[in-house]
C-alpha cells in the first residue's frame, strides 16, 4: 500500500509546527513597533534631559547677567547663549529660555521694588512725597523699558517691564497717599489736642479775670472746630468734643471761685470758713438760696457750666481751695493771737514799770495821808493789788489765745 504524506495547505488550520504564510509579518510589524517604542523613549529621554540641562543653565545665570539687555536683539543677553550653543538641541533651547523669561521678570519685579523702597524712604518727610516718588520712579521705569526694545520698537520684554512697573507704582502711589493721609491727619489732631490743652487752660484764667464774655466765645470756638475735625473724618473719636468742652466749663467754675475764695470776704479778704461751706453746698446741690446775695450773684452765671461730666472734678478743686484757705485761715489766726499776746505783755510791762515808776511817790503820799507806822502795811497791801491785775492780764491774755 503506498505511503500517504500530509501536505501543506496555506491559510489553512495545520498540525503543530505547520508555517502559514502570514506569520512572519506580524513578527516584523511587532518588532517594528517595539524598536518606535524604543526609539520614542530614548528621544524623550533625551529631551527630558535636555530641558532639565537648559533649565539647569538658566539657573546658573547671576541677575545681572539675567536682566542685561542686548540693545540689539531688545532681550536679555542670556538668550544670545542658545545661538552660539546649537547642539543643546530645540527641546533644551526652549527649557532655557523659559527659566531665563521667567527670572528676568522675577528679577525685574525685585530690582522695582528695591527702586521703590529707596525712594520713598528719600521722600519720607516730604509733603509732597507722592508727586516726587512718581515723577522719579517713571523716569526710571522709562530707563530700564529703552534698553529692551528692537530698534526702537517695543519687545515683550518691553511691555512686561512698562506693565509691572507702571502697576507697582500706582499700586505703591496709593499706599503712599493714604499714609501720607494719616501723617497728615495726625498733625492736624496733635495740634488740636494742643489747643484743646491750651484752651482749658485760658478758661481757668478767664475765670480768675471774671471775663464770662471772652470765654463764651472761647467756648463756642473750641466746640465748633472739633465737630469741623469730626465731620470731615480726621477725628474719629466724637468723645473729644465733649471732653474739651467739659475741661473747658470745669476750668472756668474752678478759676471763678479761686478768685472769690481769695477776694470774696470782709474788706476783698479771703471768704470765711463757713461762707465755703455754703459755696460748696451751693455747687453740689445746683441750689443758691442760702448764699449771701453778693456770693449768690457771682455762683448763680456758673452753675450752667455744671453737669455730670465735671461735676465731681470741680467738687475736688472745691475741696482742695477750702482746704488751702483753712490753713491760711489757721495761720492767720495764729499770727493775730500770737500779736494779741504780744500786746497784752507789753501793756502789763508798761503797767508794771508805771507802778515801779510812782511807787515812791505813793509811799510819799501814804506817809503823810496815814498814821505814822500803819502807811507801810497799806502801802504793801497797794502793791500787791497792782501785782494781781498784772498777773490777771496775763491769764486773760493766755485765755484768749487758748
Not at 536683539?73 to 538641541?89: H, Y
Not at 505813793?362 to 503823810?368: G, P, Q, V
Amino acid at each position: 500500500m503506498p505511503i500517504i504524506r500530509e501536505k501543506r495547505q496555506v491559510g489553512s488550520i495545520g498540525p503543530v509546527g505547520v508555517v502559514r504564510a502570514s506569520g512572519g509579518s506580524e513578527k516584523y510589524n511587532r518588532l517594528a513597533n517595539a524598536a518606535d517604542n524604543l526609539t520614542k523613549l530614548v528621544v524623550e529621554e533625551m529631551g527630558r534631559r535636555a530641558a532639565i540641562s537648559g533649565e539647569e543653565k538658566a539657573q546658573q545665570l547671576t541677575s545681572e547677567e539675567i536682566t542685561a539687555i542686548n540693545p540689539i536683539t531688545g532681550k536679555p543677553e542670556a538668550l544670545d547663549w542658545i545661538n552660539s550653543n546649537r547642539f543643546i538641541g530645540r527641546t533644551g533651547a526652549e527649557a532655557y529660555e523659559r527659566v531665563v523669561s521667567d527670572r528676568f521678570q522675577l528679577e525685574i519685579e525685585s530690582q522695582i521694588k528695591n527702586k521703590a523702597k529707596d525712594v520713598a524712604l528719600l521722600y519720607e518727610d516730604n509733603p509732597y512725597a507722592t508727586k516726587e516718588y512718581s515723577k522719579v520712579m517713571n523716569t526710571y521705569i522709562d530707563s530700564l523699558a529703552e534698553g529692551s526694545k528692537e530698534n526702537g520698537k517695543n519687545t515683550s520684554y518691553t511691555n512686561f517691564i512698562y506693565t509691572t512697573g507702571r502697576d507697582y507704582i500706582a499700586a505703591t502711589t496709593l499706599s503712599m497717599e493714604k499714609k501720607q493721609y494719616d501723617i497728615e491727619n495726625a498733625k492736624i489732631l496733635q495740634a488740636e489736642g494742643e489747643r484743646n490743652f491750651q484752651e482749658a487752660d485760658l478758661a481757668y484764667i478767664l475765670g480768675q479775670q471774671g471775663n464770662i464774655e471772652k470765654f463764651k466765645d472761647t467756648l463756642e470756638a473750641n466746640e465748633k472746630r472739633n465737630q469741623d475735625t469730626i465731620d470731615s473724618g480726621v477725628q474719629t473719636n466724637p468723645d473729644v468734643k465733649t471732653i474739651s468742652s467739659s475741661s473747658m466749663k470745669a476750668n472756668y467754675v474752678s478759676g471763678v471761685l479761686e478768685r472769690l475764695y481769695s477776694t470774696g470776704g470782709v474788706n476783698g479778704d479771703f471768704l470765711n470758713s463757713n461762707d465755703r461751706r455754703l459755696v460748696k453746698i451751693a455747687i453740689t446741690s445746683k441750689r443758691i438760696e442760702t448764699l449771701p446775695k453778693e456770693i449768690k450773684d457771682k455762683i448763680k452765671p456758673l452753675l450752667k457750666y455744671i453737669d455730670g461730666s465735671n461735676r465731681k472734678s470741680i467738687i475736688a478743686e472745691l475741696s482742695r481751695l477750702d482746704a488751702d484757705y483753712s490753713v491760711i485761715e489757721s495761720a492767720n489766726q495764729r499770727d493775730g493771737n500770737e500779736r494779741l499776746e504780744q500786746k497784752y505783755i507789753l501793756n502789763a510791762q508798761a503797767y508794771e514799770s508805771l507802778a515801779d515808776s510812782k511807787k515812791i511817790t505813793y509811799f510819799d503820799s501814804f506817809e503823810e495821808a496815814y498814821p505814822r507806822g500803819t502807811h507801810i502795811s497799806i502801802m504793801s497791801s497797794f502793791d500787791n493789788d497792782i501785782k494781781e491785775d498784772i498777773e490777771n492780764i496775763r491769764k486773760n491774755t493766755k485765755k484768749r489765745n487758748a
